[in-house]
């Protein structure tokens, strides 16, 4: 009896010794994931920052050639730029599978829109912005990805009736409220505001503020069915800008020429936004 006893006491203490091992290995590999995902987003941060020096240096070089008439430069740095993307997007004829609407909406074809975007595309551009309020105060269900690409979409047809700064403070809105959503969150949204910032830097191309249209095409490189054409627009925005520049300044040369601000200089300072854009329906 006590040999039995014995042993299953044995085997008892064996197997809450196994679970405190395997409770600490558990821990270990929690802990390690953790560490190697704060590195990767150090890491991450370094390639960003990287990236943004490499930009402002192509700029500089760039602005420069392309006062002296030189537009070789850019062209070959757009050629560059553009060699690592799919071969899909490399041409105009594969442009055309994107469905583009007065040359800054893609149409989507989701529910949401979808009946907004194919009165647009005939061309009554004030029956698709009544059609979208219709299709959002009918929907009890849209979510909150979806309102904000709403009015991403509203800017957009804000934009090509001329209301720039109108579409503007619907981008702002869009913008304000993602950069206060966590990182989580915040990748969600990317591709709505990848769409919002090549809308932004349209409307600064309408109103001639090249400086910052140009750091606004930056910003919607990332997105793969804008990234083409906002390349295309960055190159045009360079020589608007030096030429606008050349013209207020009086400059004879490129060395008189100011610098463009940087990227980091045109940030905005997140805003405390505590509106929930469920809240509208109708603009």
């Not at 606008?244 to 490129?254: F, H, K, N, T």
Request: aromatic letters at 10%.
């Amino acid at each position: 009896m006590f040999s039995r006893l014995f042993s299953y006491l044995c085997s008892g203490h064996s197997a809450k010794k196994g679970e405190q091992l395997a409770d600490w290995n558990v821990e270990l590999l929690a802990t390690a994931n953790s560490k190697l995902a704060l590195q990767l987003q150090r890491a991450d941060k370094k390639i960003k920052n990287l990236k943004t020096r490499l930009a402002e240096s192509d700029l500089l070089l760039a602005h420069a050639q392309s006062h002296v008439g030189d537009f070789n430069y850019a062209a070959l740095r757009l050629e560059d730029d553009l060699s690592e993307m799919p071969a899909a997007l490399l041409n105009s004829e594969a442009d055309r599978r994107f469905n583009w609407i007065d040359d800054i909406w893609i149409c989507t074809g989701n529910d949401y829109l979808k009946d907004a975007e194919e009165v647009w595309k005939i061309g009554d551009i004030e029956a698709a912005r009544s059609t979208l309020e219709t299709s959002l105060m009918a929907s009890s269900c849209i979510s909150v990805a979806e309102i904000l690409h709403s009015r991403v979409f509203h800017a957009a047809i804000l934009y090509a009736t001329g209301k720039y700064h109108e579409s503007l403070c619907q981008l702002d809105r869009v913008m304000n409220y993602v950069s206060t959503r966590s990182e989580v969150q915040q990748l969600r949204y990317k591709d709505i505001v990848g769409t919002a910032f090549f809308i932004e830097a349209m409307d600064f191309m309408a109103t001639e503020r090249f400086e910052r249209a140009y750091w606004s095409f930056s910003r919607s490189l990332p997105h793969p069915q804008y990234c083409h054409k906002a390349r295309e627009y960055q190159i045009k925005a360079i020589v608007e800008f030096t030429r606008q520049q050349a013209c207020e300044d009086g400059a004879s040369d490129s060395l008189s020429l100011r610098p463009m601000i940087s990227l980091g200089e045109h940030l905005p300072v997140p805003a405390d936004v505590d509106d929930d854009p469920c809240q509208y329906r109708v603009w």
